[in-house]
Nanobody, 122 residues
Framework: VQLQASGGGLVQAGGSLRLSCAGSGHSFRSYSMGWFRQAPGKGREFVAHIHWSGSTNYADSVKGRFTISRDNAKKMVYLQMDNLKPEDTAVYYC?????????????????WGQGTLVTVSS
């Protein structure tokens, strides 16, 4: 599976952005997909996960503001980010894995896209 993230940019606090992750490979629909982020000077942290069945999980810091979704026909995963805060500023990465039981742990993911930068100004 190859992944390519896009959609980052500069937005004011309270605004919205939608990140996209384009996947490839015939196994895409059976993969778990996720989003992680890495803020300046910090480690990479879990943001959201979507199982191949469609069930979702979120970090507490984004719950209620971010929504992960997928379109298997298009081999796309999305992260809708609303009510953005300056602390959401980070490079966002999409990730894929055939089975990501410990999805909050970045070591559970075998495939990564390049990052896309999200900057939220106050």
């Amino acid at each position: 599976v190859q992944l390519q993230a896009s959609g980052g940019g500069l937005v004011q606090a309270g605004g919205s952005l939608r990140l996209s992750c384009a996947g490839s490979g015939h196994s895409f629909r059976s993969y778990s997909m996720g989003w992680f982020r890495q803020a300046p000077g910090k480690g990479r942290e879990f943001v959201a996960h979507i199982h191949w069945s469609g069930s979702t999980n979120y970090a507490d810091s984004v719950k209620g503001r971010f929504t992960i979704s997928r379109d298997n026909a298009k081999k796309m995963v999305y992260l809708q980010m609303d009510n953005l805060k300056p602390e959401d500023t980070a490079v966002y990465y999409c990730a894929g894995q055939s089975s990501a039981t410990h999805f909050q742990d970045q070591s559970a993911w075998g495939y990564w896209g390049q990052g896309t930068l999200v900057t939220v100004s106050s």
